[in-house]
């Protein structure tokens, strides 16, 4: 699987920008992706989940101004980011291939994936 975000970049606060994801290769019945981010010195987060027949799932700060979404494909993925704040500024990851089982998943937990893009960057200057 291989796994190319795209649509980072910079933008002032109040912005807006879209990701955009392919992961090559990823078929699984059971779609899971998600959005991460990173910045230097701290750990990589979970941004925004999504997964077969499962709600999507946000981090409370993003909520209300982040939107994922699937496209037509089932391993393209979106990344919609209106509002943007400084503090969204990061190195943004797409990863595939979380695990739902009897309904219960941790889409925004790191280790639950296993295909990871090389990352695209946001910037958002005040």
């Known amino acids: 699987v291989q796994v190319v975000e795209s649509g980072g970049g910079s933008v002032q606060a109040g912005g807006s920008l879209r990701l955009s994801c392919v992961a090559n290769?990823?078929?699984?019945?059971?779609?899971?992706m998600g959005w991460f981010r990173e910045v230097p010195g701290k750990e990589r987060e979970g941004v925004a989940a999504?997964?077969?027949?499962?709600?999507?799932e946000y981090r409370d700060s993003v909520k209300g101004r982040f939107t994922i979404s699937q496209g037509s494909a089932k391993n393209t993925l979106y990344l919609q980011m209106d509002n943007l704040k400084p503090e969204d500024s990061a190195m943004y990851y797409c990863?595939?291939?979380?695990?739902?089982?009897?309904?219960?998943?941790?889409?925004?937990?790191?280790?639950?994936?296993?295909?990871w893009g090389q990352g695209t960057q946001v910037t958002v200057s005040s």
């Open positions: 999504i997964g077969m027949n499962k709600n999507p």
């Open positions: 290769g990823y078929t699984a019945m059971n779609y899971c």
């Open positions: 990863a595939a291939g979380c695990r739902i089982v009897s309904g219960t998943w941790f889409g925004l937990t790191r280790l639950e994936y296993n295909h």
